[in-house]
């Protein structure tokens, strides 16, 4: 097995989880690269579900799990996190879970700003998960974040909270917010410090320690159209998502990363705000959300349904050089009469392949679907290609054909044996 990113190439919760666990087995090691407990990922095995933020995938299958520096942690969700894992039979330790010492932390004031603004925004909100990581990302940029690295020599943690707070309190003084006290932070901070130690790693062991594993999975979470350079922005996550973060935020080089598996969920579904051109507001649209149960894990927010959209996924493809998919959900599609694939815009009467970026041009799109029969026979829990409907093939084949890339794993169900190889 080669060394392998897993992108989604949607809005995220693309069943990324359940094929990261899936192929976990053949990995040595599982690392995250960006994101943070923003994402929420969804594994159900022998019986049990776990729900991971922040955690790798790999921590199920007891790989070396590694938080890489392109993530921001809040270590009050991952310590909350492993706990719960732990008692869901799971256990994390220095052995098999280590986080990258430079990463930037998010902090009690990260969350506040994230729901103050949002608030604030009204109509506009951008409809974020209010869990602080986009401030995070913002103060790590502005190089006034706190690291892990930061946290053992007290003189140093107080300045940097200083330097932290003298941006935080200006902003909170603008929006009649009460001032934070440096105490305050450095509390919460002194609160944690050792618990997180135990699993700071410098990025430069993490990629020694990596460079040895025969195979070595990237995690990626939330989806390409989430992507901060490239997505539907401003209604975006606050990071990258495509394959160039992998190299960045990993502690891995770029020569290291030898394939891409896009992960494609067979309908297209987003949380919170923004453009989505395939959106279903019909009863189609509610079929979707109750037959896929699509229930945001982190937020538990009703997310909006749709048909595919091969515009925006073919952009996704590119960025990040997808030549192999895991398309995931089919079963959901089971009985419905008729499936749609959006292939193209029009807007004003004029063709687009791609989304432009001119937000007033949005409200105007019309997709151009291209339209086919439904098998409307249950496909959950099939294993085999040769077992699935003549319709269903038809629609795999013709995802094939508009997306250049070849479907090698389709997922039939939530459980990790519901699972079809293609190769
Ligand atoms: P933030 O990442 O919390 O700042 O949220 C920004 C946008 O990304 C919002 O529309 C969120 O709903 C969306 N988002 C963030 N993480 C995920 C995820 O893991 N799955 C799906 N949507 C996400």
Not at 210 to 219: P, Q, S
Not at 366 to 394: C, R
Request: hydrophobic share 40%; proline share 3%; net charge neutral.
């Amino acid at each position: 097995m080669k060394n392998t990113a897993i992108i989604g190439l949607q809005w995220g919760d693309e069943g990324k989880g359940k094929i990261v666990d899936f192929l976990a087995d053949k990995f040595d090691a599982v690392v995250r690269f960006q994101g943070g407990n923003n994402a929420g990922h969804t594994i159900k095995v022998d019986g049990k579900t776990f729900k991971l933020s922040l955690l790798p995938s790999g921590v199920i299958r007891q790989k070396f799990s590694v938080i890489g520096s392109g993530v921001v942690v809040d270590p009050i969700s991952l310590f909350d996190e492993i706990e719960k894992i732990e008692k869901n039979g799971v256990k994390i330790s220095p052995q098999n879970l280590a986080i990258a010492d430079n990463v930037c932390l998010v902090l009690s004031l990260h969350r506040q700003i994230d729901q103050i603004l949002e608030n604030k925004k009204g109509n506009n909100k951008i409809g974020t998960t209010c869990r602080g990581n986009g401030p995070a990302h913002e103060d790590k940029v502005g190089r006034r974040a706190i690291r892990i690295c930061d946290l053992q020599h007290q003189p140093t943690l107080i300045q940097r909270v200083e330097e932290l707070l003298l941006f935080h309190n200006a902003l909170r003084k603008g929006l009649d917010e009460p001032i934070i006290s440096s105490s305050t932070i450095i509390d919460e901070l002194n609160s944690i410090k050792d618990k997180i130690a135990k699993y700071a790693v410098p990025a430069f062991e993490i990629a020694q320690r990596l460079e040895k594993c025969n195979a070595v999975m990237f995690e990626g979470a939330q989806g390409a159209l989430l992507d901060i350079s490239y997505g539907t922005y401003p209604f975006v996550t606050s990071s990258n998502i495509s394959l160039g973060q992998v190299a960045i935020g990993s502690c891995s080089g770029f020569e290291n990363v030898h394939k891409t598996l896009g992960i494609l969920k067979a309908y297209s579904t987003r949380v919170g705000s923004g453009p989505f051109p395939t959106e279903l507001t019909d009863e189609i649209g509610e079929f979707l959300r109750i037959e896929g149960q699509e229930v945001g894990t982190v937020t538990g927010r009703n997310r909006r349904c749709g048909w595919l959209d091969l515009v925006l996924i073919s952009h996704a493809l590119k960025l990040s050089a997808v030549k192999e998919i895991a398309l995931t959900k089919l079963d959901v599609l089971d009985k419905l009469a008729k499936i749609k694939i959006c292939v193209a815009y029009k807007i004003n009467n004029k063709n687009y392949d791609y989304l432009p970026q001119n937000i007033e041009l949005w409200s105007k799109i019309e997709p151009v679907y291209e339209e086919f029969d439904g098998w409307q026979t249950s496909t959950l829990g099939i294993k085999s290609l040769k077992d699935l409907p003549k319709n269903a093939l038809v629609y795999i084949k013709k995802i094939e054909e508009l997306t250049s890339a070849k479907v090698v794993i389709i997922s039939t169900g939530a459980k990790r044996e519901e699972t079809i190889i293609v190769n």
